[in-house]
């Protein structure tokens, strides 16, 4: 017998749009900021910083491999949204708890821009999607332009963990390509599961990489302990003192802030070491790692 949902949940009413969303990482929150739908927000994950005011204004419900579930069904959700594989145990007890859930997979630039669309749709929002997507895609477009205009294309490792080292996240390689940089490990890009990208210092040394990006999620990197590695005194990158950082909300996240902080910042960091000039309208909004602004010596 059906005795329905279990208390604490709420169903949206038949035909309508749903009115109460938990957001369990933070591109979601963001998108739905960015096409002014935040007021159906009732709940966030813990480590949201974009915008900054979601921070201030939502209950924090989660982490991003756990989260708060009598909360979550406390605050009556009749929609809550997940990323990946890494949250499927959320999504599986919630489910089970009567609460419908959303889990989206999106691993490439084509994918995170599927995802912003089918937000909109989901919410009712359909032709601020479409705008919202247009302003994105000409973004990168502009970006692209300008990085075809670079003298050379630098071979690039973006590493997004240091211990063991992995790198080649696919939204991330294809957003350096587009940026002006070539990947030293295309290959991995089709790899989605973290623990299939692991390498090893030597094999990184051994591709010469000319830009070395570190974007360590929920750390600050240290670029000193990435010198040191046996070496890595060698790599071409280090020699020239082309060892950057990317804060990760900037760009580990398969959302807006990828493609548009963390595409800008790419860019940036790519024309400091070729040399290239970058205008001001594709220029950071936010702080770009130092080291990348400092005049050139000579």
Not at 29 to 52: A, F
Not at 72 to 84: G, N, Q, T
Not at 100 to 119: K, P, Y
Not at 212 to 241: F, L, T
Request: glycine residues 8%; proline residues 8%; neutral net charge.
């Amino acid at each position: 017998m059906d005795d329905g949902p279990p208390t604490g949940v709420v169903s949206a009413p038949s035909g309508a749009w749903p009115r109460r969303i938990v957001c369990l990482t933070e591109e979601t929150t963001e998108t739905l900021y960015l096409l002014g739908e935040q007021d159906r927000i009732v709940g966030i994950s813990g480590y949201t910083c974009r915008p900054p005011r979601a921070r201030r204004e939502k209950p924090h419900v989660s982490a991003f491999l756990s989260a708060k579930q009598d909360r979550i069904l406390e605050l009556k959700p009749d929609l809550v949204l997940a990323f990946s594989d890494l949250q499927a145990d959320i999504t599986r007890d919630l489910v089970r708890q009567g609460a419908t859930v959303m889990n989206w997979n999106q691993r490439s630039v084509a994918e995170i821009e599927d995802m912003i669309g089918a937000l909109a749709r989901l919410v009712g929002v359909e032709q601020k999607g479409r705008e919202l997507l247009a302003r994105l895609q000409a973004e990168l477009a502009a970006i692209q332009a300008s990085a075809g205009r670079f003298p050379r294309r630098p071979r690039v490792w973006f590493e997004e963990w240091h211990e063991p080292l992995i790198g080649g996240i696919r939204w991330v390689e294809e957003l350096i390509t587009l940026a002006g940089g070539d990947p030293v490990f295309p290959e991995l890009a089709a790899r989605p599961a973290a623990r299939d990208r692991i390498l090893s210092p030597e094999q990184v040394a051994a591709r010469a990489p000319e830009v070395v990006i570190a974007s360590w999620c929920g750390r600050k990197v240290n670029k000193e302990w990435i010198r040191a590695r046996p070496g890595w005194d060698a790599m071409p990158a280090v020699r020239a003192g082309h060892v950057f950082e990317i804060k990760s909300t900037y760009i580990l996240q398969p959302g807006p802030a990828a493609l548009t902080e963390g595409v800008r910042q790419l860019h940036a960091i790519l024309a400091h070491a070729v040399g290239a000039p970058v205008a001001a309208e594709l220029a950071p909004a936010e702080r770009l790692d130092p080291d990348a602004i400092r005049e050139r010596a000579g």
